[in-house]
């Protein structure tokens, strides 16, 4: 056996002996987007497959790769499809390509399966696709399938938060490339990111309770970052990591009887 988490590291017989074996797969779902000056186009994947490997060490989980792309950004969650770069499938695209993937991951055997969400738009369709790919299995006669979903930022603590946020906590509709993500990042991946290309003077968003089509650029801060990312420190990137691998591990455990 390969020492690895990741369903693409081992060998199919391997794969299918874990998954013989119980073994929950995780799935991954981010998407492609601007993430302001400081942080690259991949947060939104790179991070819920870093808490997937995290957690799955800890539980003989299997890691499949991310679904790489993802549902349209809108501007008031992650500054909306008039950046360059952000990069994203239509929604009836986005529920079938999830759908399609968990239904593989049925036929090879997985019963016990967990989406691990990082792209807030990705939410509701990435619940369509489950929701369709149960169908398919219950059309196959397949009935013993449970599949978790979930957001990895749900499981940060109010502890957590009340430290790392002293002034009060802006709420985590205006997070997209703010503190939360800037400090997971720079403790997963700090040579990803350019701490010194967070704005000094940018403020947070602030929105209307309407939206507006064709996006409008000019509702977002200029850098991406709906909020500003100064205070993010590779400590606290630590401790928003922990609780979330900590919540994700306990909660499948459960979830599973493992
Ligand atoms: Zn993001
Ligand atoms: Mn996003």
């Known amino acids: 056996?390969?020492?690895?988490?990741?369903?693409?590291?081992?060998?199919?017989?391997?794969?299918?002996?874990?998954?013989?074996?119980?073994?929950?797969?995780?799935?991954?779902?981010?998407?492609?987007?601007?993430?302001?000056?400081?942080?690259?186009?991949?947060?939104?994947?790179?991070?819920?497959?870093?808490?997937?490997?995290?957690?799955?060490?800890?539980?003989?989980?299997?890691?499949?790769?991310?679904?790489?792309?993802?549902?349209?950004?809108?501007?008031?969650?992650?500054?909306?499809?008039?950046?360059?770069?952000?990069?994203?499938?239509?929604?009836?695209?986005?529920?079938?390509?999830?759908?399609?993937?968990?239904?593989?991951?049925?036929?090879?055997?997985?019963r016990k399966l967990c989406v691990v969400n990082g792209h807030y738009e990705n939410t509701m369709l990435v619940m369509e696709g489950v929701d369709l790919a149960l169908?398919?299995?219950?059309?196959?006669?397949?009935?013993?399938?449970?599949?978790?979903?979930?957001?990895?930022?749900?499981?940060?603590?109010?502890?957590?938060?009340?430290?790392?946020?002293?002034?009060?906590f802006p709420g985590m509709a205006l997070e997209h490339a703010a503190v939360i993500e800037t400090s997971l990042m720079m403790h997963y991946f700090p040579h990803l990111v350019d701490a010194e290309r967070i704005p000094a003077d940018e403020g947070p968003a602030s929105f209307p309770v309407y939206d507006i089509f064709p996006h409008n650029k000019t509702w977002v801060p200029a850098s991406g970052s709906l909020s500003p990312a100064r205070g993010a420190t590779a400590e606290k990137g630590e401790l928003l990591a922990a609780d979330s691998i900590e919540g994700i591990v306990c909660d499948v455990k459960e979830v599973f009887g493992i």
């Open 135 to 168: 169908r398919e299995a219950r059309y196959d006669n397949i009935t013993d399938i449970t599949i978790m979903r979930l957001e990895y930022w749900d499981y940060i603590r109010d502890a957590t938060l009340n430290t790392i946020f002293p002034d009060g």
């Open 1 to 110: 056996m390969r020492d690895t988490v990741f369903m693409s590291e081992m060998s199919w017989t391997e794969y299918e002996e874990r998954l013989a074996a119980g073994a929950v797969l995780m799935l991954p779902c981010g998407t492609i987007e601007q993430h302001g000056h400081h942080l690259p186009l991949g947060v939104d994947k790179l991070l819920p497959t870093k808490v997937c490997e995290m957690a799955a060490a800890k539980m003989n989980a299997i890691v499949a790769d991310p679904i790489v792309y993802g549902a349209k950004s809108q501007p008031r969650m992650g500054g909306g499809q008039a950046f360059v770069g952000t990069t994203s499938l239509d929604a009836g695209t986005y529920f079938n390509v999830v759908r399609d993937v968990l239904r593989e991951f049925i036929r090879h055997g997985a």
